[in-house]
T-cell receptor, first 115, second 116 residues
């Protein structure tokens, strides 16, 4: 597609529910990133994929967070047993191949509210 | 670990005037990239300008320019002839040029208001 598409745009979950957030990157982009942006803060890195390989998951805040990209295109971020502190906007970004200061293209994010 | 600091939570400027947003960063590396991103209410982060640390010349993109001071670890953004559409959150970000380093480290952001 022309841009990075994320769904749903808004998600309200009750505490303890599981949620799944989807990211559809730009076609051909091998690198895919997830970021978490709390209200009034800058985005914080969660995890990074190169094709289907998850090369860095150092930013995932707990084992309740899980991300996958099984075929190297669409990615899903899953949060199990959601807590109120998980409320945030979850941003996905993708980047094409090549080295250097190649630009990340971001999606519009999924806003998660945990009640 | 690298950190990025934006000391101005909010800034405002009159339409058509010039405004400068501040950013400082902390790193022990010599080669890296710096970025300014704009985030309007629609939430989609848009790249405004980027700078490679090995380049001494300051980057410029139309009305946007940076003042990159490597020794001072400072990377400010100047917006000339401010327009109403420039109103947004602005984030400064750092990325290492080290092989395998991929993630962006963001500052806390500066909310820019344009007064008509």
């Amino acid at each position: 597609g022309a841009g990075v598409s994320q769904s749903p745009r808004y998600k309200v979950a009750k505490r303890g529910q599981d949620v799944a957030l989807r990211c559809d990157p730009i076609s051909g982009h091998v690198s895919l990133f997830w970021y978490q942006q709390a209200l009034g803060q800058g985005p914080e890195f969660l995890t990074y994929f190169q094709n289907e390989a998850q090369l860095d998951k150092s930013g995932l805040p707990s084992d309740r967070f899980f991300a996958e990209r099984p075929e190297g295109s669409v990615s899903t971020l899953k949060i199990q047993r959601t807590q109120q502190e998980d409320s945030a906007v979850y941003l996905c970004a993708s980047r094409g191949p090549g080295k250097g200061a190649n630009v990340l293209t971001f999606g519009a994010g999924s806003r998660l509210t945990v009640l | 670990a690298q950190t990025v600091t934006q000391s101005q939570p909010e800034m405002s400027v009159q339409e058509a005037e010039t405004v400068t947003l501040s950013c400082t960063y902390d790193t022990s590396e010599s080669d890296y990239y710096l970025f300014w991103y704009k985030q309007p209410p629609s939430r989609q982060m848009i790249l405004v300008i980027r700078q490679e640390a090995y380049k001494q010349q300051n980057a410029t993109e139309n009305r946007f320019s940076v003042n990159f001071q490597k020794a001072a670890k400072s990377f400010s953004l100047k917006i000339s002839d401010s327009q109403l559409g420039d109103a947004a959150m602005y984030f400064c970000a750092y990325r290492s040029a080290r092989r395998g380093a991929q993630k962006l480290v963001f500052g806390q952001g500066t909310r820019l208001t344009i007064n008509p």
